[in-house]
């Protein structure tokens, strides 16, 4: 490969290449629902794997813990999330690089849809970006902890911190926002990104403290479940 090829190559993989994924992955799911009924359909969010706990529960669609990040009700909703993927995605993906980034949101969007599983309204259906958009949040946050001595990384931290803040307590009185989703979302984005640290920077990462955070993730979100099927009553 020629000098003009590598430097096209390097230049390729500064872009953040897997919000542009996601971005577009979400984005051809949210057409193909307003061509198949409409997004705000009750029946197409269910057909399309929106968060249902009858389904998951007695019909044993455990992927529904997956898909309703890439599922929207409504163009208000879609666009809100998709503006803040391209800008807040952008910025977590160049600093942990493509594949933490993309482990952070998929977990942290599994998180969110755990914790609303078991804690969450049990006869509402959701969907929404938002609990993988919180785990990125919660990225940064961590962020704040590890480079205390960068001023640009501090401002974004405190920035990211207040709108948490903001956010959370305005959505404790909106029976629309599945909060739970997005608590769920925001500890899955603190634990996954504090166990996978920064690409050459993870001495600054205590390696217990990677291997704590870990472990905590996963039997968080397995206590989370075991509790949720016994709140329905499948685990005596």
Known sequence: MDYQAQMKLKRLLKQPLVTYLLLGITTIVFLGMELSGGSEN???????????????????????????????????????????????????????????????????????????????????????????????????????RHFKNNPAVSFMVQRYATFIGINLVFNLFSSSVDIMGHIGGLIGGLLVASALAVPDRSEEFNIHERIISGIIFVFLLGVCLVLGFKKFGLLV
């Open 42 to 144: 009750s029946q197409v969010l269910i057909r399309w794997g929106a968060m249902s706990r009858v389904e998951i529960l007695y019909l044993d669609q455990y992927w529904r813990l997956f898909t309703p990040m890439f599922l929207h009700i409504g163009w208000l909703h879609f666009v809100v999330n998709m503006v803040t993927l391209y800008y807040v995605g952008s910025q977590v993906e160049s600093i942990y690089g493509h594949w933490r980034y993309l482990l952070i949101y998929l977990l942290s969007g599994v998180s969110g849809n755990i914790i609303s599983f078991t804690f969450g309204s049990p006869n509402s259906i959701s969907a929404g970006a938002s609990t993988a958009l919180f785990g990125l949040f919660g990225a940064f946050v961590i962020l704040g």
